[in-house]
């Protein structure tokens, strides 16, 4: 198999990653990287694996969540598979890490993570965010998926 390398990786310069803040609700990501993620296929999971099971870096963190997010998208199998690391954020209280998991649940469908959704959705709601958009949306919507398969991607 042809793991992805860090030196690969490295070779290229890519636009660091910006969390939403003020008026501006959504990521900003360099659309290079993902691409370059999303064509390496399950080559890219232990890379990406080991960027989430280290990093402590909030926008690193929610940048390689996004990239995961756009692999499924684009038909890449495996994710499910690296549930226990992706577990390590089941109780953030980011709401960045929180939607772009939420979105990644909704989508494998990983019997494990249907009670950290739920437990998300409760500790929101019981400390609302003071970010400029709600996770909860998401969260529902992954609680959803899981309760009624039409609310599915």
Do not use: W
Request: hydrophobic share 35%.
């Amino acid at each position: 198999m042809n793991y992805l390398t860090v030196n690969s990786y490295n070779s290229c310069t890519y636009m660091q990653p910006s969390l939403p803040q003020h008026n501006r609700n959504y990521m900003l990501v360099d659309s290079r990287k993902v691409d370059y993620f999303v064509k390496q296929k399950e080559n890219a999971l232990p890379y990406l694996s080991n960027v989430i099971a280290n990093s402590n870096n909030e926008a690193q963190l929610a940048e390689s969540l996004y990239i995961l997010n756009s692999m499924i998208d684009n038909g890449v199998e495996g994710v499910d598979k690296i549930y226990p690391v992706l577990s390590r954020l089941n109780n953030t209280t980011s709401p960045n890490i929180q939607t772009f998991l939420a979105g990644i649940y909704r989508k494998t469908q990983i019997p494990d993570a249907f009670g950290p959704l739920v437990k998300m959705l409760i500790q929101n709601s019981l400390h609302p965010t003071t970010s400029n958009f709600d996770p909860n949306e998401e969260i529902g919507g992954a609680i959803l998926a899981y309760l009624n398969p039409r609310f599915r991607n």
